[in-house]
């Protein structure tokens, strides 16, 4: 018996080692492997080989690619979908439709079939992608399409550092450099300089586009954010459960919250979401709608009430913050989801005329 203690302490002594072993491996794995396991697709490349074209050509869209340099010297490989009056047809997607300029809101007031190609990419919205951390700018073009082709707006689509054939490394300082190169870029280019601004961020990309917007007040029309996180240290338990005690080391904290008071947002969650869990947009549209401004104080007209609700989309309308929620949307499906690109089209057209009427009441006060 007295032979039976000592083995019981040696087996002790083993079990208080391994937990402090793995914890330390645990630790270590979060702290100084997180960049591995927020950003896999700069370590893991998926490109045409895979049958994923990553340029606009493949698709056969009016596009020219882009390199921005960043303030930090990394190269940035992203392409421009810009407007025009009669765009191609497209070789990829064909069965998507090119909606007529003339059928564009706002098309008639603006003369927008009258104007030459350059004038109308400086009337039409310039809308600014970042994707998330799955795939690279490539594998968003269709999404982009939807704009160029469906909705009439000019695209860049950004290709951060370290994805696809960006040069540099990913990390949340270089991400918002990333970001702050692609808005500097929309307005020193002369066509695009005076279009309102609206970025369009998944996953991560929500949460560079909340910083974006955030560190350029005024400067931004509108956010549209899908499936965002509030940030990654309060993400990490429920996506690596066994990292939650040590989440505190994760050094990658993109915290989103705050958003200009006069910025127009658009929230897109999916209920079956089971990777960023819904109850973080629930909890961002809480932080959103807190904000000082509404429509009425800034003098502008109501937005028109949905009825979009009553087909599975379940829609909340809080003046300056719209949230809508799809009941079957995941991470990476919300985008296919019923009424998704009918709320991002009216979205975008209502960021349109209340652009329109602000150049409008600048001209007149000029006058």
């Not at 069965?95 to 109308?120: K, N």
């Amino acid at each position: 018996m007295s032979s039976f203690f000592p083995s019981l302490y040696t087996v002790a002594k083993g079990a208080f080692a391994t937990t402090v072993g793995l914890g330390t491996l645990s630790a270590g794995l979060l702290y100084y492997g997180q960049s591995y396991l927020i950003y896999p697709s700069a370590f893991t490349k998926i490109g045409e080989d895979d049958g994923a074209p990553s340029k606009p050509a493949s698709y056969g869209l009016h596009h020219e690619l882009v390199d921005l340099k960043t303030k930090d010297g990394e190269t940035l490989k992203c392409y421009l979908l810009l407007q025009k009056k009669d765009l191609p047809q497209a070789t990829r997607f064909s069965s998507l439709p090119t909606v007529p300029i003339s059928a564009i809101e706002g098309a008639t007031e603006s003369g927008y079939s009258e104007m030459a190609d350059e004038q109308l990419v400086s009337q039409r919205p310039t809308v600014i992608m970042f994707h998330g951390n799955g795939g690279n700018a490539g594998h968003r073009i269709p999404l982009g399409m939807m704009f160029q082709q469906v909705m009439r707006c000019n695209v860049l689509g950004v290709e951060y550092r370290g994805y696809g054939d960006s040069t540099g490394t990913p990390s949340e300082t270089g991400f918002a450099i990333d970001a702050v190169t692609a808005l500097e870029f929309v307005r020193g280019d002369v066509r695009l300089r005076n279009t309102p601004v609206i970025l369009y961020g998944q996953s991560i990309g929500g949460a560079v586009s909340i910083d974006l917007t955030s560190r350029f007040p005024g400067e931004i029309s509108g956010l549209i954010l899908e499936n965002t996180f509030l940030s990654l240290r309060l993400l990490v338990p429920h996506v690596l459960p066994f990292l939650g005690p040590f989440s505190w080391l994760c050094h990658q904290r993109w915290e989103s919250a705050g958003i200009p008071s006069e910025t127009n947002v658009l929230l897109l969650s999916g209920q079956s979401d089971t990777l960023v869990p819904p109850q973080h947009m629930k909890y961002l549209r809480k932080i959103f709608v807190t904000r000082p401004h509404t429509r009425r104080t800034l003098g502008l007209p109501p937005l028109p009430i949905s009825q979009e609700g009553k087909n599975g989309v379940n829609e909340v309308n809080e003046e300056r913050t719209q949230f809508i929620a799809f009941p079957e949307g995941s991470h990476n499906d919300t985008t296919a989801q019923h009424g998704y690109w009918n709320r991002i089209g009216d979205f975008v057209a209502e960021v349109g005329k209340e652009w329109r009427e602000q150049q409008s009441l600048g001209n007149r006060s000029r006058s």
